[in-house]
């Protein structure tokens, strides 16, 4: 409960970090990930004291949180800290920045700064929703140096229409401690498109077709993974559910590497 509590004062990059999204490459390049906290290299550590604090003051939302570990077989106890502050903007819109410091493994000594702006308008076009998120990450790393990270998200959460478009590019140095990051030197380029159709006094309760794509480059523009898929979704108005959804994927995989427990995953296209 102590990492889950007030949670929401801690996110940031609006919908390029969505929660409820499937595609787990939204999680990439979070800047705090909480789940890192008593880890170290996978093995669990103890933490000895850590404190939070979370609320508002002077118009600012504040989420701020520190704890020191345990030692480890390779390590002493390390202090990770993060702070997290919005302000509001315009009539629905926030602007924050987010600061980490501190390497769970004891390696290196590791900080992040960030800036995030999230556009919000609920009255865009006849009342339609429209949201544009947008963020800048700087990391710093005794080991690594220093690299970047940044996004642009567009959401047009609507009926019958609805869109999302995102774009984020992640570099090959950058590497917060206490974040989330499964892929680096990349350029990710993401989209949806839906129509929704409701109806009434009817067996058919909603009928949805849409697409999704996914794009994922080098910074030299070369074609490392693709997702392309089409969906129909049929609901009934007792809740029964029919969902189809054809996908296309590639990745190219450009040298031999291993999982966990020595599983070898070859190199090619895929």
Known sequence: MFFLQDVAAFEFGGRNFARNSQDKSSNNARPFFSRNIGLASGTPVSLRV??????????FDI????VFTDNTPTSDGQ?????????????????????TNGDPTGQTSNTVAGVDFQYFNSDFIDGKIFQADTYYLRSHSSTKGNDDAAALALNFPNDPW?????????????????????RTDIRQYQGTGAHLTRYRNMFL???EFGTDYLFITDFQNRLESRQND?????LSTVGDEVYFRPINSYENVPALFTLPHNVPIGGGKI
């Open 79 to 99: 202090l990770l800290s993060v702070v997290r502050v919005t302000h509001p903007i315009l009539a629905e819109s926030k602007f924050g920045f987010i600061y």
């Open 63 to 66: 989420g701020a949180l520190s």
């Open 205 to 207: 309760n909603q009928l």
């Open 50 to 59: 850590g404190d939070k604090l979370s609320g508002q003051y002077g118009g």
């Open 162 to 182: 609805s869109g999302d478009l995102v774009f984020k590019q992640t570099g090959a140095n950058s590497r917060p401690r206490s974040a989330f990051v499964n």
């Open 230 to 234: 089409v969906y129909v979704r049929a």
